[in-house]
């Protein structure tokens, strides 16, 4: 029987989510004797981009995910400090190990450092969450998806828009696979765990979630929006306005936490409170009046639990979310965003849909297309 050694990366918060569902699926089909003729080896990889345990550790707890094989530590800095550690790191147990297949997900440093770094010594690549595109070349996440995906060998996409783009791009037609999204699938098991009571969500998710009254979530992390001090002060006073019609969570990412008390802002209405578990966000979120973001995966999430969202951002990775989902894409021009919140909280937002294949089965299309792409690859 063949040997097949597949690496699957994490870095950050956001991409946990995604490989949660694919690490699962892999096993399985190893257990089950469904892999085309390959042993198949899965080692995970976590390079350590998001190290504390709000923005790492918890998510590998509620998510299930067995214990990384190998742990780079390479912390935070900036984003040549950053990728640059990646890719030493990485390097270094590549030559050693030596897999045939390297798997990133998403569109942070890590995904980028270990693409290329994978590439440049012949091993393959898989992207998960390929094809999507802004068009805003001056978001790092733009950069490191069209980079990732230029020396790819597998494409697995969320939705059609993600295709369209790989085409004019030039991608070949055989390494472009429509999937679906991965993250729907951690969504859908785990929404299974807070019906069944499996969990119990933390004091603060608790006293503000569970008041019985309507209530937004609002995330910010984008340098966008948090650097500028006129453009944080133009967001922050549209959520004041928006907290006196509902009470407001405001889930505070370190860096932009750290923006807030440089500004010099007013908390006003709004509850403070730090990054949470994934669970506690699914809870909190599902429960939610409306949620405001700049985030890209709680755009897919909240479309996917059908709850109203405002895209804090001028243009969005995900258009359909916008186009068929329940994301609202609201710039940051404060009027706007009021708005359209007020439009939502009356009872005037629009319905949406969940998109085609975000039903839950994504891991198993794409752990079928990397067994036959082993069973290729091993003779």
Known sequence: MKNFKIWIVAGARPNFMKIAPIVRALHDREQHGMTYGVHLSVSIVHTGQHYDDNMSEVFFRDLDIPKPDVYLGVGSGSHAEQTARIMVGFEKILVQDQPDLVVVPGDVNSTLACALTAKKLGVKVAHIEAGLRSFDMSMPEEINRKLTDAISDLL????????????????????IFLVGNVMIDSLRKNLRKLDEGMFVPSPLVRKFCETGRPYGLLTLHRPSNVD????????????????????????????????????????????????????????????????????????????????????????????????????????????????????????????????PLWDGKTAERISDVLMKFAAVEGI
């Open 156 to 175: 697995f996409v969320t939705e059609e828009s993600g295709v369209r783009n790989l085409r004019v791009e030039g991608i070949e037609e055989g390494k």
């Open 228 to 355: 500028s001090p006129e453009t944080l002060a133009g967001i922050w006073g549209a959520v004041l306005e928006i907290a006196e019609i509902a009470p407001i969570l405001f889930l505070v990412h370190p860096r932009t936490r750290k923006k807030f008390l440089e500004s010099g802002l007013r908390a006003g209405g709004v509850t403070f409170g730090d990054p949470i578990g994934y669970l506690d966000m699914l809870f909190a979120m599902r429960g939610a009046a409306i949620v405001l973001t700049d985030s890209g995966g709680v755009q897919e999430e909240t479309t996917a639990l059908g709850v109203p969202c405002v895209t804090i951002r001028e243009n969005t990775e995900r258009p359909s979310t916008v186009e068929v989902g329940t994301n609202h894409l609201a710039g940051t021009n404060p009027e706007a965003i009021i708005k359209v919140c007020k439009e939502i909280l009356g009872g005037r937002g629009k319905m949406g849909r969940v998109p």
